[in-house]
């Protein structure tokens, strides 16, 4: 943000359940549509227009939303490692079939309940290999073995997640069909369900307003990927879960097959995206390669500098 070209004004919000927002509950049946409704209301407040917008992970994903419902107001959009358009977890092919009617294997149930106490207690600490937040941020976040310069700061920034069985991770149910988990009705990992994105794939491809977007992504993304760890299609086949039911019944996620499908289908209907891959990189392209990362943006700025 800092590195930014003369003439941009950056503005980084807190998302509901995230950072310094009021306290409030996200409810997930509404899928993306409480952040939506958030940031469209925070840009009325503030009086701007119109403007560009950048997404990173599960804030990239829910421009496949506000895109359609902020309409003109949006210059262009660009969209760092997001999830699928299609939900995270229990969908099996470029369309995004559920693997179940019941959407088992996403929501707040598929979450490490170790991982979540520790970024309640707001644990600082490297000890548990599988779940210490620390851990989880500098195996996964970026490519190892990069470690950022504000290594201390970032933590900060992941620890500030308002946790709770109706925040993060969220409620969930149980179902006879692996891996025996299915979304609640509260907080951001039910959010992200494909149970509750209804049909914003649709309303994104066929809206009339149609920004440029670029999609940025690291090479070597182990969360949002066609074989991503935390998704329990790649865990069962790798035999980290036990009892997959097998690829035919629930195979990884095609995370960003299904991304790239959805933007073909943005540009066959009159819109234009540029996919940009950087090598040696994980979830954070920004972080772990921000001069490259603010090149290719401030480029795709440049395709609508009013």
């Known amino acids: 943000m800092l590195a930014l070209p003369s003439g941009f004004r950056s503005i980084a919000v807190d998302l509901r359940g995230y950072g310094d927002t009021e306290d409030k509950l996200i409810d997930a ?30 804030g990239g994903a829910l421009l496949f939303s506000l895109l359609p419902a902020a309409d003109a107001s949006i210059r262009s959009a660009t969209l760092v490692a997001p999830g699928s358009p299609y939900g995270f977890g229990g969908t099996k092919d470029l369309a995004g079939t559920p693997c179940y009617d019941d959407f088992a294997g996403s929501g707040g149930g598929t979450v490490n309940p170790e991982f979540a106490r520790l970024m309640g207690a707001h644990d600082r600490g490297d000890e548990n290999p599988q779940a210490s937040p620390r851990v989880v941020m500098n195996t996964f976040y970026w490519k190892p073995p990069f470690r950022p310069a504000r290594e201390e700061e970032l933590l900060s920034s992941v620890l500030s997640e308002q946790v709770g069985p109706d925040k993060y991770p969220g409620d969930f149910g149980t179902s006879p069909n692996w891996p025996g988990v299915t979304p609640g009705t509260l907080g951001p990992v039910n959010a992200m369900s494909p149970k509750y994105i209804g049909d914003s794939v649709q309303r994104f491809v ?33 035999g980290a879960v036990p009892g997959w039911p097998g690829e035919v019944i629930y195979p990884p996620q095609p ?40 090149a290719l943006l401030v480029e795709h700025l440049a395709l609508r500098p009013d």
Request: glycine share 10%; proline share 3%; net charge negative.
């Open 29 to 58: 049946t509404r899928g993306y549509s409480d952040w939506v409704d958030d940031l469209i209301e925070f840009t009325q407040v503030l009086g701007l227009e119109r403007y560009h917008v950048v997404g990173h992970s599960m």
């Open 206 to 238: 066929s809206a009339t307003h149609k920004p440029p977007i670029l999609w940025i992504r690291g090479a070597d993304d182990q969360i949002v990927s066609d074989n991503s760890l935390f998704e329990f299609g790649t865990l069962g086949k790798l």
């Open 255 to 294: 995370m960003v097959g299904q991304t790239r499908a959805v933007l073909e289908q943005y540009a066959a209907n009159g819109g234009a995206y540029r996919e940009a891959v950087l090598d040696g990189c994980g979830n954070s392209a920004y972080v772990e390669q921000p001069n490259a990362s603010l």
